[in-house]
């Protein structure tokens, strides 16, 4: 005889007091259907469904084993005291008991079913559960008698029954339904295909109702961050957004315009032709750049009427497309009705980018006090850390077959909600966006509701893998069908990501129609040509399948020719030479080019200055000393600080010292004293430190502008949203808008003048004894670069010129190269058939990044003070502080470096978790690293942490 308590409780707290059954599952019950918005297939109301998942989830727990369990007391029998599985077997009877459909009562049981963990495989699932019941292999039957033992237990069992059936279903009802077998044969029989006799079934995923993962994957969202708010205690104004203002961007663009009248008005017919504006003229581009973002205003309070769910903005570099998709969205938001937690609000703005090596830069103009003067800290802005990748919760006993027994202290911990975008609007990354709805984590499923009503901002989305895009088509579906998401498409090169998609309708934000091709499209992008495309020889050779490709010493060698000549045009008149940006496509081959650049440079007798030293040298200059046992994060220099540092440890000086122009604006020149003959030389790559990415492109920028012979070497790290700009730009083979983003590195604000800037494609041989170029170990198939390569051969051969317009690849060769994708069997559609057929834990394995680029994150201590830091956060993993070490491995994001696990596998003497366990241990899967010596992997003028050149994507990009 099992002993029976007085109270029935849900969960003990840290100080050890009784939560009741009864008050946590009302409390779940209510929050669930105001945490989101629902729809059904019409058989009853969505939020009657809501509230009977939430009331009923956790009925398991009313088990007399549970109950002792929960008060730490012995129980021989394990599996007795789990509560999902019980759970979810009431909500589908329940619900059919009520009157919903079919669907409505597998998507309660799904969502119950896994609260704690992952979704599974529906059909699989479902069918394996109900033939361990029907086998007396499971454990459901035994709970149920058990409960039914229990005046108490039954007591409780039937009030929540009752209570979320709205009556329908009792204690009763549901033990006869299990007892007799029939809620278990309406469960197979939706689930499986019937075999020669009970027990032989099959899962049947086909016959499963449509779009089933959509819904599931909603609810489930929901009533995990209902049952892990309502745990957490946490109150419903703590959910609730605060909203950053469009005024006062707006504000700022007016302070930046004081001296200017209003801009001709535009429409989506206006030609640069009938444009009453010099476009050669910087107050004139001015003026072009705020009568698009006006139009563009307007346009989006048209899309809220309409009927169309993505808007496309298409703006070339140069005409303000950050501030005028801020602009978009945040018009969207406001007219925009939403009601959350049972009150009216805006819904909240989700601004997505390709890479982590990028988010920064924009993160500034959120934070800056000038511009949104966003708090990172509040409630109106968050920029998503990525903890819940490096994160892992201990796993709960049953966690995979979705059969819990107690809720883990780590479940409720609040610090999770940093990870469930309830700010009004998030930075975050496509990784983060799209992984999150093919079958996150319990910890990232946490966003998901606040998707509800959002608008989303996908900047760049070209850049998503080309096998995604048909998944991104249905994800896309998914958010705009499920959450009434809307979505804007933001890019120079618009892909044909949403085009032939039944269920999505597009809009041109220039064109207020769903055409995406007004006439205004092509008059921005012929008033801000800043550049001219030359094709090399070597891209013909590719094309032609031969092997005369440029070696990366015929690279060095014109790329040190191209700094050593002045420009015409120059920033000034006494220009010693020009800036030089090298795009590569591995680590590997950057490395080397660099390396021979300053081998090509030191053979003609100059001087090579690598910025990376300069700075590191810098870095130690302005780290505070440590002098207290309780080093702040908030002391570290200012990465701006850092980077004048450098520049004067280079040589150079301000010419006007005007503190109100950014640093990366100002103007340098070069001491008379400096030694002539100085090639500058540095190396760009995503293995850098984000505070040392950012100050490295700070320098960059200021002696780009500077007139000395300055060589960057970069992997495609610089390509998306990187404010950087260079006289000439050589990009080695890539696809086409992979092209079209280094050029947007190349005259970026007219520096040189109108179309004055060189962009030169070509294609780099592999290192020395190898046949494989470095662009084809990166975008695979070869046929894409190849089709590429035609692209560019046939533009060339139809203007009988190596020579091609900026307006020519745009307008003309990047459509052509989106069209033939579309042909092309490059997409996967298995990503799109385990969605429809609700396959979730096979989901789990899809990922935006390869598998083999799999990742450790590593915090680089460099100095004396950041060492400090680093130990100080250490030390708090062996305490029971867990605020002030998140806090702190928050604070220090920026000095994490992700690298590839085969790199960490050969210097793990290097290295060391910062909780101190062993690396495949559960907890914090963040890496340390403080060598100071010249065996540190971490190389700032080699481009950061590099331990082997065999590198592929994720030794270019940061994508988490």
Known sequence: MIHVYDDIISRLDDNNTEELLRTHSDDVGSRMPVLSSYSSDGSLDSTVILRCEGYLHDLGKVTPHFQRYVRDAYVEEKQLTYHARLGAFAVFHALGRMGASESDCLVGMLAVLKHHGRLPDAAEQLTKIVKAERNDDGYVVQQVDD???????????????????????????????????????????????????????????????????????????????????????????????????????????????????????LTPDTTTSSLPLDLTDETALNQLREGVRRLVKDNAEQFVSSSANVATLTLPTGLGKTFTGITAAYTIRNALDHTELSTETRPRV????????????????????????????????????????TVSYPKIEGEYDGDQTADSEGFFDPALLGESWRSGTTLTTFVQLFESLTAPTNANGLKLPSLTNSVIILDEPQTLPKPWWEAIRRLTTLLVERYDASIISMTATQPSLFTHVPEIETMSLLGGSDSDTPPLVDTCFEAVERVEYNVDESVHSFEAGGDDLLSIDAAADRLFGAATTPMNGSVTEDDEGSSVLSVCNTVASTQELTEAVSDRATAAGWTVTRIGEAYQEALQVCSPPVDDDDPSPSLRPDPDAVAEQTLYELGFRPLDGDDSVPLSKQQWRLRATTEPSTLYVGTFTSRLRSRDRRAIVTIANVLARAGVPFIFVSTQAVEAGVDISFARVYRDLAPLDSVVQAAGRCNRSFEWGHSAGQVTV?????????????????????????????????????????????????????????????????????????????????LQYASLIDDEYAKYDIIVAETAFERALLNTMVDSFASKDKHSRYDLLTAMADLRVSVPVSDIETIQSQVHRIDRKSFDAEGINVLACTVVSERSPYDLAAGGFIVTDDDGLAGRFTFH
Do not use: M
């Not at 205690?233 to 209003?262: G, N, V, Y």
């Not at 051969?797 to 989106?818: G, K, M, Q, W």
């Open 147 to 265: 409960i039914n033992e229990s005046a108490q237990n039954r007591a409780v069992a039937d009030e929540l029954l009752r209570e979320g059936s709205n009556g329908s279903a009792s204690w009763e009802s549901f033990k006869t339904a299990v007892n007799d077998g029939t809620l278990f044969a309406t469960i197979i029989e939706l689930a499986s295909e019937s075999g020669h006799r009970e027990g032989t079934e099959e899962p049947a995923p086909e016959q499963l109702p449509p779009k089933l993962y959509d819904r599931v994957l909603h609810h489930w969202s929901v009533l995990t961050l209902a049952d892990k708010t309502s745990a957490a205690a946490i109150k419903d104004r703590d959910l609730r957004p605060s909203h950053l203002e469009l005024t006062d961007l707006e504000e700022h663009i007016h302070t930046l315009r004081e001296d200017l009248d209003d801009p001709p008005p």
């Open 350 to 389: 989700v601004y997505a980018l390709p890479y982590t090596s990028i988010i920064e830069q924009t993160r500034d103009i959120f934070e800056s006090e000038d511009i949104l003067n966003a708090d990172p800290y509040g409630l109106a802005f968050t920029v998503h850390h990525y903890l819940s990748d």
């Open 762 to 842: 070509w294609a780099l041989a592999g290192p020395e004894g190898t046949s494989r170029p470095p662009a084809t170990c990166v975008y695979k198939p070869k046929k894409l670069l190849s089709k590429v390569a035609a692209i560019l051969g046939d533009r060339c051969r139809e203007r009988d010129s190596a020579v091609l317009p900026e307006s020519d690849l745009t307008r003309t060769a990047i459509p052509a190269f989106y069209d033939w994708i579309e042909c092309q069997d490059l997409e996967d559609r298995t990503l799109v058939e385990r969605i429809e057929s609700c396959h979730a834990e096979q």
